[in-house]
């Protein structure tokens, strides 16, 4: 199996795979390849914070003729997971390979998978009608990986967020930002940029061990070769590892009252709304509340020139209210390289991530 995610997080998928009992974990660029059966399958979809989606990897062979994608897809067993009802359709993309035309590889592949089938179910016509089994590929470099999606939906939509302020952060993202920055059971974390709450509730999530995919379904879970005791057994199997006794609080601020509602609303959805509490606050009001914090924040930032200069402006604003101070530590995620300037301090640690297709660095303060 595979579990694709964004750039810079594959060692913390790599790290969760391991923790659920996944075997033979190998991380790559975007990627972590592993091995397991259909509990980990239903477990990795249910538990992963930071993959974007599960795929079972059917096979990796060269292709720079149509002919080789066409016998190498067939001789890979679909019917292993594929009924005699259930829709395949085929998507992909091509880079840097000599078969550079996407919809002839989909035709190519889906014919493939057609003869396979058609000689294994002696049938000549697939109403498929059935379960969704997306086939993925990605043939780079001349070499082709044919996968099945298990999951439908992105991992990164956990079922909690229905809207989004401007620009929201993904969850994916905004878990990763909590692993990073130490969020543990008895933290307090607050964001004075909270806007739809989504870095809050991804941390409250860590900090409980909620499965982030409890409240979601996944399209394997139609799968006829995957049994539905195994989805049960693994829901099961996360409820019971949820940590109710967490000490964990968070508080989230805004100046758009609609955002705070739109957070809260949020924070309901995903069982939170007990854990955090979220206020209509500037940023210039930040205030050291209590021994310890954990602040993480996505400010907010464009691409315009009055964008930037606003965005700067806040980060002025946060290097005179995140002062130095025992038992307090700071994480902001941003793409200008020039934030630290702004701030006014170098950070302690950095850390590259993506924001989607945006480079970004989490610069983190706790000297």
């Not at 991380?27 to 079972?56: K, M, P, Q």
């Not at 009802?85 to 035709?107: I, M, T």
């Not at 000490?247 to 601020?253: I, N, R, V």
């Not at 209509?280 to 009001?285: C, G, H, M, Q």
Request: proline share 3%; net charge positive; glycine share 8%.
């Amino acid at each position: 199996m595979t579990a694709p995610c964004q750039f810079g997080v594959e060692g913390l998928v790599a790290g969760e795979l391991r923790r659920m009992g996944a075997e033979n974990v190998a991380a790559e660029n975007g990627r972590v390849f592993f091995e397991g059966d259909e509990s980990i399958l239903a477990r990795a979809n249910l538990c992963s914070r930071y993959s974007e989606r599960i795929c079972i990897v059917m096979g990796r062979f060269n292709a720079v003729t149509f002919d080789e994608l066409f016998e190498g897809t067939k001789a890979l067993p679909w019917e292993r997971w594929i009924g005699k009802a259930d829709a395949f359709p085929v998507k992909g993309s091509s880079l840097d390979s000599k078969l550079r035309s996407v919809p002839d590889c989909q035709k190519i592949i889906k014919k493939a998978v057609v003869d396979r089938l058609s000689q294994k179910y002696s049938l000549g016509w697939f109403e498929e009608t059935g379960a969704l089994h997306r086939i993925n590929f990605i043939i780079m470099k001349d070499k082709a990986l044919l996968m099945l999606d298990t999951s439908g939906a992105s991992l990164h939509k956990r079922g909690y967020r229905r809207n989004g302020a401007v620009a929201p952060i993904r969850e994916t993202l905004a878990a990763a930002m909590a692993d990073v920055a130490f969020v543990r059971s008895y933290s307090h974390v607050i964001d004075p940029c909270c806007g739809s709450g989504t870095i809050l509730i991804e941390s409250a999530l860590k900090a409980l061990n909620v499965a982030p995919g409890l409240r979601r379904s996944f399209v394997s879970e139609e799968w006829s070769a995957v049994a539905p005791e195994v989805w049960r057994g693994e829901r099961e199997r996360a409820k019971d590892l949820i940590n109710r006794d967490a000490e964990f609080s968070a508080c989230g601020y805004d100046v758009d009252p609609g955002v705070i509602e739109l957070a809260r609303e949020n924070a309901y959805k995903a069982g939170m709304s007990k854990r955090i509490v979220f206020e209509k606050r500037d940023i210039a009001e930040f205030a050291h509340d209590g021994e310890k914090g954990v602040v993480v924040c996505n400010p907010p930032y464009g691409e315009r020139l009055m964008d930037v200069e606003s965005a700067r402006k806040i980060y002025r604003t946060m290097g005179e209210r995140f002062i130095r101070r025992d038992g307090w530590s700071y994480a902001v995620i941003t793409p200008d390289e020039q934030f630290e300037h702004y701030f006014g301090r170098r950070c302690d640690k950095q850390r590259k991530l993506y924001n989607g297709t945006l480079q970004c660095r989490l610069y983190m303060f706790f000297k």
